[in-house]
């Protein structure tokens, strides 16, 4: 996955948004006490992008997640993911919907307590329905991947922080999600740590992944191709940086640390 | 997801917690095994009312004599105040009814038998052999009384099982001479166990020939009772009520009231006490389902402190694509195994408790009660798990994420 290549391969269907927000507002409480989280964004992320989504907290970045994500719906406008509209999907529907097309890294890693990193990435493909054999082999393809090769067999508390979300990375990419969605995945991490596991999102998006990182790092969103700046539930900037189907900034520029 | 992996996820969650688990089937186990354990005492107490009034011979009649200290004739007449006695006559024109195989009559007296240094206080009847097979009283050694030694009033005695190992020991007491209040008697005899009804030992009693008693204890007065044997069992009614007529009839008795005696019927009796040991084993049966039902309540109340102490692992696996109908399984299906873990060890538990004699009565399994109270306990498991399950699957993901 470090050829350059492979992100020259998928030239072709950038025209085609992974998701769409058409005029989203998101409103919390009634009455006086009435909290606008969203104030209508409109957003289109086309396939191979790499989007940082910026903001200080109570800017409605966990909002605006949480409705690309499909863990919660908008109060008005329309989301849509590959092209299915959330609002008209059901509980169970969302819940395919975030197994098929979405992969979470979370700030807070997330594991589930033990059951060993391996358990843990086979778990969105048991909700998926995939055999066993096949589920090990794909859960240590994607292990591997993030170079936990080696720490298959352990549990999340025997894992360094750095270790764990990597884990919780190959358990995003483990289902070939038409994205992957990470709120503040370095929050919980030392610089070293930090370091490797944007890399490990550099590789992923160089090899063709759609990635979304939720973060208010101005380290980490120099890794994106797009920066979007949020502030008090609206989109105040949209910076592209990267064509979306050019390398990621920080392999273009290996001088360059992030 | 197949239903095997639901199982696994829910076995690795009641692992997770091993000492509240076990606690939790041990309140299921508790339940199923009282239930089974208490219906088969209930049951074996039944039984051996049973067994013992059978032992009585269940078609013999009694005529008690009113106010001959009858406890079950208490209240039966209590206004009678014409005290004539049952007779010899009475006896005689009773065995001359039809379907009546015999009629015996018993006078009864408590007397203290020495035998050497010992001593036994016990009834002493006086009656006609053919009391033997009326009572259902079969010898174990020696003879039984026969009809020359009570036309010669001979000093014969046949002792009771118990009453003969107080005197004797292991020692045979055939042959031997035990004193009656101070009148030495012959033993001929000794009767076989017949264990207790009940209603005081039927082994603690000495029988001897009527005349014998009545010439040297008792005097020639009236007598205690008369056991009447029917011919069949299916006698026993029309039987009972040609003895009240005769009785009547002899005793110019005009109505019910006025009656001075009483017939005990063993099948009534049989039928009183088979209603009174089903009402009690319903009774232990209702204490003990209490106690399965605690255990259901038990295994609601874990299953809510683990849906909430793992709200965040629920945020997780929804966020990841559980669909709400598979984490509704996953703590279905816990709670389920936990109530059939302790429905099964509750089944083992109180089977092994039947094998043991619990305050005197040996308990006697109803296959019925097992099935019941493992498949309530199956039921506890889905239903009592219903509301924490539902309640886990309906967790909004958000807000399931955002637990600490």
């Known amino acids: 996955m470090r050829t350059g290549g492979t992100a020259y391969n998928a030239r072709t269907d950038t025209s085609r948004p992974v998701i769409r927000l058409v005029s989203v507002t998101k409103t919390y409480g009634t009455g006086d006490a009435t909290v606008h989280a969203l104030r209508g964004i409109s957003l289109d992320v086309v396939t191979r992008d790499y989007v940082a989504i910026m903001g200080a907290s109570g800017s409605g970045k966990s909002t605006l997640m949480n409705i690309i994500g499909c863990l919660d719906i908008p109060s008005s406008g329309h989301f849509f993911i590959d092209g299915i509209d959330s609002a008209?999907?059901?509980?169970?529907?969302?819940?395919?919907?975030?197994?098929?097309?979405?992969?979470?890294?979370?700030?807070?890693?997330?594991?589930?307590?033990?059951?060993?990193?391996?358990?843990?990435?086979?778990?969105?493909?048991?909700?998926?329905?995939?055999?066993?054999?096949?589920?090990?082999?794909?859960?240590?393809?994607?292990?591997?991947?993030?170079?936990?090769?080696?720490?298959?067999?352990?549990?999340?508390?025997?894992?360094?922080?750095?270790?764990?979300?990597?884990?919780?990375?190959?358990?995003?990419?483990?289902?070939?999600?038409?994205?992957?969605?990470?709120?503040?995945?370095?929050?919980?991490?030392?610089?070293?740590?930090?370091?490797?596991?944007?890399?490990?999102?550099?590789?992923?998006?160089?090899?063709?992944?759609?990635?979304?990182?939720?973060?208010?790092?101005?380290?980490?969103?120099?890794?994106?191709?797009?920066?979007?700046?949020?502030l008090d539930g609206t989109i105040v900037a949209d910076e592209r940086r990267v064509g979306p189907d050019d390398l990621p900034p920080q392999l273009r520029r290996p001088a360059v640390r992030s | 997801m197949n239903p095997g992996q639901v199982l696994r996820f829910a076995l690795a969650g009641l692992a997770s917690n091993k000492l509240r688990s076990a606690l939790t089937c041990l309140g299921i186990l508790i339940g199923v095994g009282s239930v089974i354990l208490l219906v088969a005492v209930g049951n074996g107490s039944s039984k051996?009312?049973?067994?013992?009034?059978?032992?009585?011979?269940?078609?013999?009649?009694?005529?008690?004599?009113?106010?001959?200290?009858?406890?079950?004739?208490?209240?039966?007449?209590?206004?009678?105040?014409?005290?004539?006695?049952?007779?010899?006559?009475?006896?005689?024109?009773?065995?001359?009814?039809?379907?009546?195989?015999?009629?015996?009559?018993?006078?009864?007296?408590?007397?203290?038998?020495?035998?050497?240094?010992?001593?036994?206080?016990?009834?002493?009847?006086?009656?006609?052999p053919s009391y033997f097979q009326a009572s259902d009283s079969p010898i174990a050694s020696g003879r039984y009384l026969s009809n020359s030694d009570v036309v010669s009033a001979r000093k014969v005695l046949v002792l009771g099982a118990t009453t003969a190992t107080d005197l004797f020991g292991t020692a045979s007491p055939v042959g031997q001479s035990v004193d009656v209040?101070?009148?030495?008697?012959?033993?001929?005899?000794?009767?076989?166990t017949k264990g207790s009804s009940g209603l005081g030992s039927a082994d603690s009693t000495a029988i001897a020939p009527l005349t014998t008693v009545q010439e040297s204890l008792t005097g020639y007065g009236s007598l205690n009772d008369i056991i009447v044997e029917a011919q069949t069992p299916a006698l026993v009614d029309?039987?009972?009520?040609?003895?009240?007529?005769?009785?009547?009839?002899?005793?110019?008795?005009?109505?019910?009231?006025?009656?001075?005696?009483?017939?005990?019927?063993?099948?009534?009796?049989?039928?009183?006490?088979?209603?009174?040991?089903?009402?009690?084993?319903?009774?232990?049966?209702?204490?003990?389902?209490?106690?399965?039902?605690?255990?259901?309540?038990?295994?609601?109340?874990?299953?809510?402190?683990?849906?909430?102490?793992?709200?965040?692992?629920?945020g997780i696996r929804k966020a990841i694509g559980a669909p709400p109908g598979v984490i509704l399984a996953q703590f279905l299906a816990e709670a389920t195994l936990l109530s059939l873990i302790g429905g099964a060890l509750g089944v083992i538990g109180g089977l092994v408790g039947t094998r043991f004699t619990i305050v005197g009565v040996k308990p006697v399994a109803v296959p019925a009660s097992i099935a019941l109270a493992f498949g309530v306990s199956l039921l506890i498991g889905l239903f009592f798990g219903g509301y924490p399950a539902n309640r886990a699957a309906n967790m909004r993901p958000v807000e399931a994420l955002r637990y600490e």
């Open chain 2, 48 to 128: 051996a009312i049973q067994a013992s009034l059978n032992s009585l011979g269940t078609n013999s009649l009694t005529v008690l004599h009113e106010g001959a200290g009858s406890f079950f004739a208490a209240g039966a007449s209590s206004g009678a105040q014409s005290t004539q006695d049952l007779t010899l006559a009475d006896a005689q024109d009773l065995s001359q009814a039809s379907g009546v195989e015999s009629a015996s009559p018993v006078v009864s007296t408590s007397e203290t038998l020495t035998y050497g240094g010992t001593s036994a206080t016990t009834t002493v009847d006086g009656t006609y």
């Open chain 1, 88 to 230: 008209v999907l059901d509980e169970g529907q969302l819940a395919l919907v975030r197994n098929r097309k979405i992969g979470f890294v979370f700030q807070s890693f997330n594991l589930i307590p033990r059951m060993t990193a391996l358990e843990n990435v086979s778990l969105p493909l048991s909700y998926a329905g995939v055999k066993s054999a096949e589920r090990r082999r794909r859960a240590e393809a994607a292990l591997a991947l993030v170079g936990l090769r080696d720490r298959m067999r352990h549990q999340p508390s025997q894992l360094s922080g750095g270790q764990q979300q990597r884990a919780a990375v190959a358990r995003a990419l483990v289902t070939t999600p038409s994205l992957i969605l990470a709120d503040e995945p370095t929050g919980n991490l030392d610089t070293v740590a930090s370091r490797d596991l944007m890399n490990v999102f550099d590789q992923l998006n160089a090899a063709g992944r759609t990635i979304i990182l939720i973060t208010h790092e101005q380290d980490v969103a120099a890794h994106a191709k797009r920066v979007i700046h949020v």
């Open chain 2, 238 to 314: 029309a039987v009972e009520s040609e003895i009240t007529a005769i009785l009547d009839k002899a005793e110019d008795v005009t109505s019910s009231s006025q009656a001075n005696f009483e017939v005990l019927n063993q099948s009534q009796l049989l039928t009183t006490a088979t209603s009174t040991s089903h009402t009690f084993t319903v009774l232990l049966g209702a204490v003990a389902a209490i106690s399965l039902l605690v255990g259901g309540i038990g295994i609601t109340n874990i299953m809510l402190v683990t849906v909430t102490e793992r709200t965040r692992e629920i």
């Open chain 2, 181 to 192: 209040a101070g009148v030495p008697f012959t033993v001929i005899g000794v009767l076989q």
